[in-house]
């Protein structure tokens, strides 16, 4: 591990909390070693003091992540991320397993930050593999260099957060405008047209919303 200087399996916790790529990803680390089962206890840890990687820390990052997991029935969500979606996400299908029933018939696009730390960028070149030997007849794989998960300027450790960049949304264009059978000036006219026949239907929408939210 990064922080663990002497190679001898030791972290000290001053540091990892001011270490900022270790805190986007655990968190504060006293917090996370003085909480059992959702409460708080608090723990005279020195300043200088260290714990074992294996034995201290990977079983609170354990905990936390089965805590994180448990559904409460008739509870409201009220943290970030929810439970429920955590399961269903947990639950889905890796993509790499279903890729190869895509039919040949379907155009795939796959765009992915070389810097997102979130799914690797191995797993982009895994499902492009996976796309060129069952003899896909058209996928295109896009990789962005200095771009994290969101498509945002982002480090190889901590996920950057901001609006996609403007280059990305144009390669979607793109592609979607080179598949539609579409020119571009044909789609921009039929575009047009369809806002200008919508024009008075949006007006009364807008002000039925702002009437309601009002009330």
């Known amino acids: 591990m990064f922080l663990d200087h002497n190679h001898d399996g030791m972290l000290s916790v001053s540091?990892?909390?001011?270490?900022p790529v270790f805190s986007n990803m655990v968190g504060n680390l006293t917090l996370l070693l003085e909480?059992?089962?959702g409460t708080i206890h608090q723990l005279n840890?020195?300043?200088n003091a260290y714990i074992s990687i294996n034995n201290e820390l990977k079983p609170k990052l354990v905990?936390?992540?089965?805590?994180?997991l448990v559904v409460t029935p008739g509870k409201k969500c009220t943290i970030s991320p929810c439970p429920i979606w955590l399961r269903s996400h947990d639950?889905?299908?890796?993509?790499?397993?279903i890729i190869g029933s895509v039919p040949s018939s379907t155009s795939i696009l796959v765009q992915q930050g070389?810097?997102?730390s979130q799914t690797p960028l191995l797993e982009a070149f895994l499902l492009q593999q996976r796309l060129t030997e069952i003899n896909h007849p058209d996928h295109t794989l896009i990789t962005y260099p200095n771009l994290g998960h969101l498509f945002y300027p982002s480090s190889q450790w901590s996920t950057g957060v901001g609006p996609i960049e403007q280059y990305v949304l144009a390669d979607i264009y793109a592609w979607l405008e080179a598949h539609s059978g579409l020119s571009h000036s044909f789609a921009n006219t039929a575009a047009t047209s369809n806002m200008a026949a919508n024009m008075p239907s949006l007006s009364s929408n807008t002000t039925s919303k702002s009437s309601s939210?009002?009330?």
């Open 114 to 116: 070389e810097n997102d």
């Open 213 to 215: 939210s009002s009330k």
């Open 35 to 37: 909480t059992t089962n």
């Open 15 to 19: 540091e990892a909390n001011k270490n």
């Open 63 to 68: 905990a936390s992540a089965e805590s994180a």
């Open 91 to 97: 639950a889905l299908e890796p993509n790499l397993s």
């Open 45 to 47: 840890l020195k300043h």
